[in-house]
């Protein structure tokens, strides 16, 4: 079964500061999405990955795919207080079986 | 634009019952997934429904079953509740096709005691 693991599970930074969460899968797969959690939430589609090399971004956050090493980046730029939120990836793999990562808590402090 | 919509959004049951969750997906969605997220966790995939079909399916016994309607909306069902299924279920609504970005629900927080 394919594994996806995310590292660091938790990451408390300061405002301002950069910072990279990563994400190992075990498998090739098809594509790699980055979805945000707010505390008692549910989840938001921050982007799709569709292919070796892709490169996505929107405002602070920066997504990146190298599927030859199995790993995604998800890349924070400057950080601020509104960032702070549950990042997870998912993996799809074997067409629409997703597998997703257990999440990474970030909390950035003023 | 209505989004992806779930019922009920909590819900208490005892070990051994039977649920039902609903789900309507978002305006011009034809695909319905449905995962089980334990608290603290990541959602775990349950399976997918396209065209009234089981399309795929996750590492779930067969106590969870599911359906899919001609409008596209869904239920999820599992029979001979466990404490352990105790969760928060989400469904999220895609297109078969292009980048299939699934779209989230608000979720049914389940407790069973």
């Known amino acids: 079964e394919l594994k996806v693991e995310q590292n660091p599970l938790f990451l408390s930074m300061q405002e301002g500061k950069n910072y990279t969460i990563y994400c190992n899968y075990s498998t090739t797969s098809d594509r790699l999405y980055w979805y945000r959690q707010d505390p008692g939430k549910s989840l938001e589609s921050l982007f799709v990955l569709l292919s070796n090399g892709a490169v996505k971004q929107e405002g602070r956050l920066m997504a990146s795919l190298d599927t030859k090493a199995r790993l995604s980046t998800l890349h924070i730029t400057a950080a601020v207080h509104d960032l702070s939120a549950t990042y997870f990836c998912a993996v799809e793999y074997n067409f629409n079986k997703f597998y997703f990562g257990s999440g990474t808590k970030l909390n950035v402090k003023p | 634009d209505a989004g992806v919509t779930q019922s009920p959004t909590h819900l208490i049951k005892t070990r051994g019952q039977q649920v039902t969750l609903r789900c309507s997906p978002k305006?011009?969605?034809?695909?319905v997934s449905w995962y089980q997220q334990a608290l603290g966790q990541g959602p775990q995939f349950i399976f997918q429904?396209?065209?009234?079909?089981?399309?795929q399916r996750g590492n779930f016994p067969d106590r969870f079953s599911g359906h899919q309607f001609p409008n596209y909306s869904s239920e999820l069902n599992v029979n001979a509740l466990l404490l352990g299924d105790s969760a928060l279920y989400l469904c999220?609504?895609?297109?078969?096709?292009?980048?299939?970005?699934?779209?989230f629900g608000p979720g049914t927080r389940l407790l069973v005691l």
């Open positions: 305006s011009g969605h034809d695909t």
């Open positions: 429904y396209y065209e009234e079909e089981e399309r």
């Open positions: 999220a609504s895609s297109l078969a096709s292009g980048a299939r970005t699934q779209y």
